[in-house]
T-cell receptor, first 115, second 117 residues
Framework: AQTVTQSQPEMSVQEAETVTLSCTYD???????LFWYKQPPSRQMILVIR??????QNATENRFSVNFQKAAKSFSLKISDSQLGDAAMYFC????????????FGTGTSLTVIP | DTGVSQDPRHKITKRGQNVTFRCDPI?????LYWYRQTLGQGPEFLTY????????KSRLLSDRFSAERPKGSFSTLEIQRTEQGDSAMYLC???????????????FGPGTRLTVT
């Protein structure tokens, strides 16, 4: 089975600064999708950004961008101009494009934004 | 509210009792997923439906667990003879998608927190 590793259990960032959350994954497949989900305290998980493995261009969504390194199997999330509302658990997730619909999630990174 | 809803939000039960959770997906979504999330962990896949058909089940889904999605609408997850190890957040998600290819965003519900005493 695929594994997703988030090596930073906790991170903190000053408001308006930039922070990068790390994610690595292990797979033998060449076609897959990667995601970052945000889970605010006591609230629903929402999708932040996604990346198709066949695309070389890194995905961006407003203040959120990824650094996708396919050969290194690395998928980091950069949050620019951090806001208080960015405080949450962030989960990296993997889904095969060919072998089913299971999402594999990492253990999460708890992000604190310091005013 | 047209999002994914789950009921109940919290459930406390004694070991050995049966519990049932309900998930109502977004109405036009034909895919429905169940996950379990324990403290300090990411969600772990349990099972997946496409319409009323249960297409995938994780090894985590022991024979004490059963899920249904009659008529391809809402889904129920039942746990029989609950154990303390079943204590977790049970998340439901739904998405579009007729097949396994292509990207379809999963929309998550708020979860049902189960505590087994």
């Amino acid at each position: 089975a695929q594994t997703v590793t988030q090596s930073q259990p906790e991170m903190s960032v000053q408001e308006a600064e930039t922070v990068t959350l790390s994610c690595t994954y292990d797979t033998s497949e060449s076609d897959y999708y990667l995601f970052w989900y945000k889970q605010p305290p006591s609230r629903q998980m929402i999708l932040v950004i996604r990346q198709e493995a066949y695309k070389q261009q890194n995905a961006t969504e407003n203040r959120f961008s990824v650094n996708f390194q396919k050969a290194a199997k690395s998928f980091s999330l950069k949050i620019s101009d951090s806001q208080l509302g960015d405080a949450a658990m962030y989960f990296c997730a993997y889904r095969s494009a060919n072998t089913g619909n299971q999402f594999y999630f990492g253990t999460g990174t708890s992000l604190t934004v310091i005013p | 509210d047209t999002g994914v809803s789950q009921d109940p939000r919290h459930k406390i039960t004694k070991r050995g009792q049966n519990v049932t959770f309900r998930c109502d997906p977004i109405s036009e979504h034909n895919r429905l997923y169940w996950y379990r999330q324990t403290l300090g962990q990411g969600p772990e896949f349990l099972t997946y439906f496409q319409n009323e058909a249960q297409l995938e089940k994780s090894r985590l889904l022991s024979d004490r667990f059963s899920a249904e999605r009659p008529k391809g609408s809402f889904s129920t997850l039942e746990i029989q003879r609950t154990e303390q190890g079943d204590s977790a957040m049970y998340l439901c998600a739904s998405s579009l998608g007729p097949g396994t290819s292509g990207f379809y965003e999963q929309y998550f519900g708020p979860g049902t927190r189960l505590t087994v005493t």
